[in-house]
C-alpha cells in the first residue's frame, strides 16, 4: 500500500470513529489547491534542462499551509499528497496554528552544482512566490534541501513582496532562523518518548534503543536517549550498522562518522547486518529513515516492545496490525516527528515578532508542546478505545474539521 493510501485509510477511520458527515470528510480529503510547474535552467554548461515542480496545499482551516520542500528523482504527485495531508494532521495534533502542505522538484540533487541548485530554487520560486506566503504556504526543507536552499528562495520572493524572513523556516540563523531548529525533530522524538514512557511507569535511563538511520532525526535522536542514561545498542545508516550490547558512546560515534563518513570500523562497537537492526534485541526502536521498513515480512520478528515512528510513514498497515497484535506499543509519526514543524512555528513566530529567543526558551517551549499533545492523544486513546495512531488521527482530523465548520461554506 503505499503512503496515500495508507494515509487515507488512516484518516477515513478516524473520520469513523468520530462520526464525521461525509461530505466534511470528502472535504478534508480533497486538497485545497495542487500546483504543478515547469522549471527551465541552464545548466553550468549553457545547456537547457526542465524539471517539474510541485506544491500540493492540503488544508488552511487553521492557519498558514506548512511543510516541506524535498529534491529527489521520486517526488510523485502521490506521494506529495500523502505528505501534504499528513501535515495538516501533524500540525493539528501538536496544536500549532498551521494548515498542511508538501512541495518538491523531480531532480537528483547530488547531480546538480551548487549554481545549478541555485538557479533551480530560484525559477521553482518565480512560478509559485503568488502562492505561498507568511499568512499562505510557509515551506521548509526537506529531503535533498536544506537551510540554503531555504536562503534563497527567502531572497527570491522578497524581490516581489520585500523583505519577508517569515516566508520560509528552517533558514541559516543569519537570516532569522532559530536556534534549536536543527535538533528539534530528534530532540522532540525524546520528549514524546519520555512522555509514553512515563505513561508505563519507565523512564529513558537505562532502557534499550536501536537507531535506524544516523542523519539529522536519528543522529540527535541518539545522542539526547544517550545523554540521558539509555543505552543505544544499535545503530545502523546507508552505510552499514553497528552494535554493542553494553551501550555504544554516541559522542564517539558521532565523531567517527564526521571522520569517515560511515558506521563501520567503529572501535567502541561491533559490526552488524544492518538488515537485523530492526529485529535487533531492545526494549524501544526507533526508525528515522525512510518510510515502509517495517512491513509483513519482518514486523513479526521485531523485538522491540516500544517503537518511535521518526521517520514519516516507517510502518504499513500490515505490519501495523501484526505488531499490534503482539502488543507492540507504537508512538506515530504525525506526532513522534512533530518536534521539527513546532519549532518551525517558533522560528516563524520570532521572526513575525522580530524577536528572537535563546535556546533554552525554543526547548523548553518545545518540551510543553510536545508532552501537551500526547496527554491529548491519551485523552482521545481512552474516550475512543483505541491505539495510540488513531488517538492522534481523531485528535488531528478534530480538530480541522472543527475550524473548517466554524468557518463554514457560505460562497
Ligand atoms: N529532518 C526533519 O526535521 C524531519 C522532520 C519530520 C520527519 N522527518 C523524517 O525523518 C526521517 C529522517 O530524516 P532526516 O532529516 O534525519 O534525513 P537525513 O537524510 O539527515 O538522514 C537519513 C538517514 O537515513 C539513513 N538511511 C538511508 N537509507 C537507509 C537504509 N536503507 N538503512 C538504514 N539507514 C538508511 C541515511 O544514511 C541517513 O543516516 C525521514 O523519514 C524524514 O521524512 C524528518
Known amino acids: 500500500m503505499n503512503a496515500l493510501a495508507a494515509t487515507n485509510r488512516n484518516f477515513r477511520q478516524a473520520a469513523r470513529i468520530l462520526g464525521l458527515d461525509s461530505k466534511i470528510e470528502k472535504s478534508l480529503l480533497i486538497p ?14 549553457g545547456t537547457l534542462v526542465s524539471y ?12 498558514p499551509m506548512k511543510g516541506g520542500i524535498r529534491y529527489h528523482p521520486e517526488v510523485d504527485p502521490d506521494e506529495v499528497n500523502a505528505l501534504a495531508q499528513l501535515m495538516t494532521w501533524k500540525t493539528a495534533v501538536a496544536d500549532i496554528p498551521y494548515g498542511g502542505a508538501k512541495g518538491g522538484i523531480g531532480c537528483t540533487p547530488k547531480d546538480l552544482s551548487k549554481s545549478e541548485l541555485e538557479r533551480l530554487t530560484r525559477v521553482f520560486t518565480q ?56 535538533a528539534a525533530t530528534g530532540r522532540g522524538v525524546v520528549y514524546a518518548t519520555e512522555a509514553l514512557l512515563a505513561e508505563h511507569g519507565k523512564s529513558i535511563k537505562g532502557l534499550t534503543f536501536a537507531i535506524q538511520g544516523f542523519g539529522n ?33 554516541i559522542p564517539a560515534l558521532l565523531l567517527h562518522k564526521d571522520a569517515t563518513g560511515k558506521l563501520a570500523d567503529f572501535s567502541g562497537a561491533d559490526a552488524m547486518d544492518s538488515n537485523d537492526l530492526l529485529t535487533h534485541e531492545c526494549d524501544v526502536l526507533v526508525p528515522c529513515a525512510l518510510g515502509g521498513v517495517l512491513n509483513r515480512d519482518n ?14 510513514h516507517p510502518t504499513d498497515p500490515d505490519a501495523d496490525e501484526i505488531l499490534s497484535k503482539k502488543g507492540v506499543i507504537i508512538l506515530p509519526d504525525i506526532y513522534a516527528n512533530a518536534g521539527g514543524v513546532t519549532v518551525s512555528y517558533f522560528e516563524w ?9 535563546d535556546e533554552d526558551k525554543v526547548n ?16 482521545l486513546c481512552q474516550s475512543h478505545h483505541c491505539n495510540l495512531r488513531m488517538g492522534a488521527f481523531t485528535l488531528g482530523v478534530n480538530r480541522v474539521a472543527r475550524a473548517t465548520l466554524l468557518r463554514g461554506w457560505e460562497a
Request: with cysteine.
Open 217 to 249: 532525526v536519528g543522529s540527535w535522536a541518539a545522542k539526547l536517549f544517550h545523554e540521558r542514561g539509555g543505552k543505544v545498542v544499535a545503530v545502523s545508516d546507508i552505510t552499514g550498522a553497528v552494535r554493542n550490547p553494553n551501550g555504544i558512546d
Open 299 to 312: 514486523a513479526g520478528d521485531v523485538r522491540a516492545k516500544f517503537i518511535i515512528e521518526a521517520a514519516n
Open 127 to 182: 512560478k509559485i512566490h503568488d502562492l505561498i506566503g507568511v499568512n499562505t504556504d510557509v515551506p521548509a526543507p526537506d529531503m535533498g534541501t536544506n537551510a540554503q536552499t531555504m536562503a534563497w528562495i527567502l531572497d527570491e520572493y522578497s524581490k516581489f513582496h520585500g523583505h519577508s524572513p517569515a516566508v520560509v523556516t528552517g533558514k541559516p540563523l543569519d537570516l532569522g532562523g532559530s536556534l534549536g531548529r536543527e
Open 52 to 63: 517539474v515542480g510541485f506544491r500540493v496545499q492540503h488544508d488552511n482551516s487553521r492557519g
Open 32 to 45: 485545497f489547491r495542487e500546483i504543478k510547474v515547469e522549471c527551465t535552467i541552464p545548466k553550468d554548461d
Open 364 to 379: 523548553q517551549e518545545l518540551q510543553r508542546y510536545m508532552t501537551k499533545a500526547f496527554h491529548n492523544i491519551k485523552g
Open 349 to 357: 513566530v520570532q521572526n513575525i515578532q522580530g524577536f528572537m529567543w
